[in-house]
């Protein structure tokens, strides 16, 4: 016997096997079925012994659940017990009837005396070791994947008399391995504003490869996806403003360097999809424009081009919008598929091309609509691998659409940390799948940190890469290392200024002369000193940022 624990909100039914864990947890509101374990049944919870589920049955109230109350052993085969049910109980999801009419009312009564007019005939046998369905001829000519399957899976539905009642928990999601895995290229490796664009070679910088791995009954299916930045040559070097504009090469020849990057792609990949996540307007319109006018002089079938601008469609919370981004996708997703090898090793499909995205920083936006392209192969594969049945959505199965939501989420913070310094933005949206207050603020703090390090510490992190992946070597004989710059006396003396000048306007203000004239005078000094360092260390502001020592050559444009 099992332990059936009853709450307003739920039914939990814990499994009957000695030492097991684990609680089916039914809930009366929305019916979802899913595992939980014993601690989570809130000790309030109204406790019954039952004997199992013949399963649920929805009548005008609503749905029911039928539970076995009482049991009988009859006999045994090969060992096996075999036991008679002889009394169940209908219990009602619904806590109450003042929804119904008053006929509405008199024939749920009817359909539950019909009910209890069937449980009521003698017959009920089951056993929960033997396969009471299948002769034993039957039995003896099946193939090993035949026994690996529940009792449920293959019994003879010919004599499954509660098979009607069983099918919402037939129906429930297979267990499976769901993998995720990033790769990223350590050709044009770096840091964020100093590593933009391509190299001469063609790799882009912060490019990640971006697998998605199913695994069900020897079955494998992968989707692979691929981000970098805009593949022409452009830089975006900080200068202390909180977002440098980003400047376009007018002295090398772009078209080649662009033509490599796609050339090794399609080798990799085959046909490229670039879903180009930038804003169309401002300091960011430019690379939006300059990227779509190369892919239309490349002039090549097999790389296609949709600008989507993430920010404008996104704006004031509305982030549903992200779906008219996918429905012009779908049918390329369709065409391009994904991998699928089965328990034989024999490969089913191939996947034909990749959905190649970026933003400014191939960070936020970008994983974001990684995340939904990913989600929508998945549900595809699922349904294939025979996971989930007609119908079934991935959103539905609230367990797994946590685990998937909160594993891309972690997905953009490793790759957040590596290229940018802080964790990803938006990670509530791909978490929770809404936008919210909080992860704004949370936005706004990563934001602050991501300034500071982008101007202060990102040189030092820069050539760290540099020396370990061997693009610098230290030479031996070599009298100074690049690292003993000297610095420009401004680069102590105006901060010093503008420091002691600020504190001066401050300290005036606080310790009023003796006229007020004369208060706003020295206010006003102090302050014009203090605002007019600023504004000339704003002005150098590269010669005040830490800047990379070691590489000097494509990296610094």
């Given amino acids: 016997w099992s332990e059936l624990h009853i709450t307003p909100e739920k039914f939990y039914v814990e499994a009957c096997d000695d030492g097991a864990d684990d609680v089916l947890a039914i809930d009366r509101v929305s019916t979802e079925v899913t595992l939980t374990v014993k601690k989570d049944v809130p000790p309030s919870a109204v406790t019954r012994p039952i004997y199992g589920i013949l399963g649920t049955i929805r009548l005008v109230a609503g749905t029911y659940l039928i539970v076995i109350t009482k049991k009988k052993k009859v006999g045994e085969i090969f060992s096996h017990a075999i036991w008679k049910a002889t009394d169940f109980d209908i219990l009602s999801y619904k806590k109450t009837m003042l929804h119904l009419t008053d006929i509405q009312l008199q024939d749920n009564k009817v359909f539950l005396s019909m009910l209890s007019h069937v449980l009521s005939v003698d017959g009920f046998y089951f056993s929960t070791t033997y396969d009471l369905t299948h002769t034993l001829q039957r039995l003896a000519n099946t193939s090993p994947e035949f026994q690996e399957m529940s009792l449920l899976e293959r019994a003879d539905p010919r004599f499954v008399w509660n098979g009607h009642l069983l099918r919402e928990f037939a129906a429930q999601p297979e267990c499976f391995d769901w993998l995720l895995v990033s790769r990223r290229s350590c050709f044009r490796a770096g840091v964020r504003y100093y590593v933009r664009g391509i190299d001469s070679e063609g790799h882009a910088a912060n490019f990640v490869e971006t697998e998605q791995i199913v695994h069900y009954k020897g079955s494998k299916a992968s989707f692979v996806q691929t981000r970098g930045s805009i593949p022409f040559f452009w830089s975006q070097r900080p200068n202390l403003k909180y977002k440098p504009k980003p400047q376009i090469s007018k002295s090398v020849n772009h078209m080649d360097g662009f033509q490599r990057h796609f050339d090794s792609q399609i080798i990799s990949y085959g046909k490229q999809m670039i879903v180009n996540l930038v804003n169309q307007k401002g ?251 600023f504004a000339i260390i704003l002005y150098n502001g590269k010669d005040f940022v830490d800047a990379p020592k070691l590489v000097q050559k494509e990296k610094m444009d």
């Fill in 283 to 533: 300091s960011e319109k430019p690379l939006e424009q300059t990227f779509a006018k190369m892919v239309n002089s490349m002039a090549n079938g097999m790389v296609k081009y949709i600008a989507f601008d993430f920010h404008k469609e996104c704006s004031r919370m509305r982030w549903d919008r992200l779906q008219i981004l996918m429905d012009q996708l779908a049918e390329q997703q369709d065409e391009f598929s994904y991998f699928l090898v089965d328990s034989d090793g024999k490969i089913v499909t191939q996947q034909e091309g990749i959905f190649r995205s970026n933003c400014m920083d191939c960070l936020d936006r970008t994983n974001v609509i990684q995340s939904l392209l990913a989600r929508r192969s998945l549900q595809a594969q699922l349904q294939r691998l025979g996971v989930l049945h007609v119908g079934q959505r991935i959103e539905e199965q609230a367990d797994f659409e946590k685990i998937y939501k909160n594993a891309w989420a972690d997905n953009a913070n490793a790759c957040a940390k590596q290229y940018a310094g802080t964790g990803a933005l938006k990670t509530d949206y791909t978490r929770t799948g809404k936008r919210t207050q909080w992860g704004l603020i949370m936005d706004g703090w990563n934001s602050l940190i991501r300034y500071y390090k982008n101007n202060f510490s990102d040189g030092f992190r820069q050539d760290a890469i540099d020396l370990f992946l061997g693009n610098y070597s230290v030479d031996e004989v070599e009298p100074a290392s690049p690292l003993h710059v000297k610095k420009d006396w401004k680069f102590l003396a105006l901060p010093i200024i503008m420091v002691v000048a600020f504190s001066m306007c401050i300290i005036c203000l606080l310790m009023a002369g003796d006229t007020w004239t004369e208060t706003l005078a020295y206010v006003l000094f102090w302050g014009s000193a203090s605002f007019g360092t």
